[in-house]
């Protein structure tokens, strides 16, 4: 299974931007990224993926690197609502399962 | 609300008993797949359904088992349970079958405790 590298937790303050950062070295060229997080006592919720370019939807950024070995998801203003575990998923294109690691527990202070 | 819903929220039962858990997914949808959370395991894909039929398998025991009906409704059955089989189990469901492209919406999952 693909694994991607994700730091254990971060912190950040309400309506300031945050950036989660993933490392997904082993990806190959048809290999997608997947965003999803889990806020407490809930199933996981899908926030973004792409495949080359960066992507924008109402929740999210996802700035992919050049070389595609890493990506970063961009949350523009932080909520409290925003405080959960985010997991970075590399997902290729016949693959049907969601590897989940550990994730990255967010800490939002008000 | 991510559409999908999962019954019962909550379960306690017995060592060695059976239970079934019951997932209804996302209107249109068509691929429903099962998850484990446990705090030692984390989250674990068990398997995968298209339109009635297996089309992945992960970790999951021989004492699980899982079926999606004609209606696409899938039940994920759990026998002779142990004290380690307490974990939240997770429903999702995607539109089609095309891994990579496609998201994967979640229930709110069914938390089972095995005394």
């Known amino acids: 299974d693909a694994k991607t590298t994700q730091p254990n937790s971060m912190e950040s303050n309400e309506e300031e931007p945050v950036h989660l950062p993933c490392n997904h070295s082993t990806i190959s060229g048809t290999d997608y990224i997947h965003w999803y997080r889990q806020l407490p006592s809930q199933g996981p919720e899908y926030v973004i993926h792409?495949?080359?370019s960066n992507v924008n939807n109402r929740m999210a950024s996802l700035a992919i690197a050049e070389d595609r070995k890493s990506s970063t998801l961009i949350l523009h203003r932080a909520t409290l609502r925003d405080a959960a575990v985010y997991y970075c998923i590399q997902l290729s294109q016949g693959a049907q399962k969601l590897v989940f690691g550990q994730g990255t527990r967010l800490t939002i202070n008000p | 609300d991510s559409g999908v819903t999962q019954t019962p929220k909550h379960l306690i039962t017995a060592t060695g008993q059976r239970v079934t858990l019951r997932c209804s997914p996302r209107?249109?949808?068509?691929?429903v797949y099962w998850y484990q959370q446990s705090l030692d395991q984390g989250l674990q894909f068990l398997i995968q359904y298209y339109n009635g039929e297996e089309r992945a398998k992960g970790n999951i025991l021989e004492r699980f088992s899982a079926q999606q009906f004609p209606d696409l409704h899938s039940e994920l059955n759990l026998s002779s349970l142990e004290l380690g089989d307490s974990a939240l189990y997770f429903c999702?469901?995607?539109?089609?079958?095309?891994?990579?492209?496609?998201?994967?919406?979640f229930g709110p999952g069914t938390r089972l405790l095995v005394l």
């Open positions: 209107s249109g949808d068509l691929s």
């Open positions: 999702a469901s995607s539109v089609s079958n095309r891994g990579g492209r496609e998201t994967q919406y």
């Open positions: 792409g495949l080359t």
